[in-house]
């Protein structure tokens, strides 16, 4: 190895959102002639790796978690179905993804980068979007304009009495609001989220105006996930809600936090709207749950 030149080549997973724009990047860093018309793909990314025997590659990937989401089932389904016409196996394989199983898009691509059966050196060092940060977090401090309490026994009636005033949500989940709902609703937590890190919050102007749910360093240290901000039917078209998101991502930031990112079910053209409105991008990520909706992951910076 000591013979060999080092290429020392950075991607940032923040500036691609298709399997074709890391391919595209891949080439131009790596490939000896970016000029040559290759077809985006595992196989050719294989191929411009063996072009590397007569170098180490040093591959410094940053912002790798935010890629993992972004070649994530959603994708890796998409890149198998695009290919089904030429490669019938891809098929099963594209089958597996919709039900979140078997290698991610991700995992594949850098086991091949990883390779040692093929003759080619590259280290490859993923880097997280992670920094140093004290989150010192204080829910009260969420909204600007609102008192801030978190759910509890005293106020889930008057967040039963939100939800019945927002039915075309619950009509889409396939749900009928009750009390049993608001206490579930309650305890909800994703598997991967420390269950101290969940909020949901009520905000009064003294009668309920909002409701949020949010999971703090999830689905990575340095981000929060906003599952929902819900209002009163009769707030809803005067930016209230949009203001309502501005403090809580102004109080993220102010933490330390360096993303927001929010799901919304698919088809939930309201819900797309407002995140949109809202400066949050799309991430080519889906994922599939228990009540078998489709929900759609967004981001937003934060710094």
């Known amino acids: 190895m000591e013979n060999k030149i080092t290429k020392e080549r950075v991607i940032d997973g923040v500036f691609f959102n298709s399997f074709e724009e890391f391919f595209d990047l891949i080439k131009l860093l790596i490939h000896d002639d970016y000029e040559a018309e290759i077809e985006p793909s595992l196989e050719n990314l294989l191929m411009i790796m063996e072009g590397q025997k007569d170098y180490y590659v040093l591959l410094t990937w940053e912002n790798a978690d935010l890629s993992k989401i972004t070649f994530g089932y959603e994708m890796t389904a998409q890149y198998y179905e695009k290919r089904m ?11 597996m993804a919709h039900k979140q199983l078997g290698r991610t898009l991700f995992g594949l691509i850098t086991d091949i980068f990883m390779d040692k059966e093929h003759g080619y050196n590259c280290e490859l060092l993923l880097v997280d979007g992670l920094r140093m940060a004290d989150y010192d977090f204080d829910y009260h401090k969420l909204s600007n304009t609102y008192d801030v309490e978190l759910i509890n026994e005293d106020n889930y009636a008057d967040v039963l009495e939100l939800y019945r005033d927002n039915m075309q949500y619950f009509e ?4 009928e609001p009750d009390l049993e709902l608001v206490k579930k609703d309650a305890q909800r937590c994703p598997k991967d989220c420390d269950p101290k890190n969940k909020y949901f919050v009520v905000l009064r102007d003294p009668d309920v105006v909002g409701a949020a749910r949010i999971y703090l360093h999830y689905p990575r240290q340095d981000a929060v996930w906003i599952d929902f901000i819900m209002i009163p039917n009769e707030m809803q078209g005067f930016s209230y809600g949009s203001e309502m998101l501005r403090d809580m991502l102004d109080e993220f930031a102010r933490c330390g936090f360096m993303w927001a990112e929010a799901g919304y079910a ?11 409105r809202n400066w949050f991008v799309d991430l080519m990520s889906e994922t599939r749950e228990e009540d078998g909706l489709v929900y759609h992951h967004m981001i937003r910076g934060l710094q």
């Open 85 to 95: 016409d030429t490669h019938p196996e891809y098929r099963e394989l594209a089958e």
């Open 266 to 276: 698919k088809g939930n053209r309201q819900a797309e709207k407002f995140w949109h």
């Open 172 to 175: 889409q989940l396939g749900i």
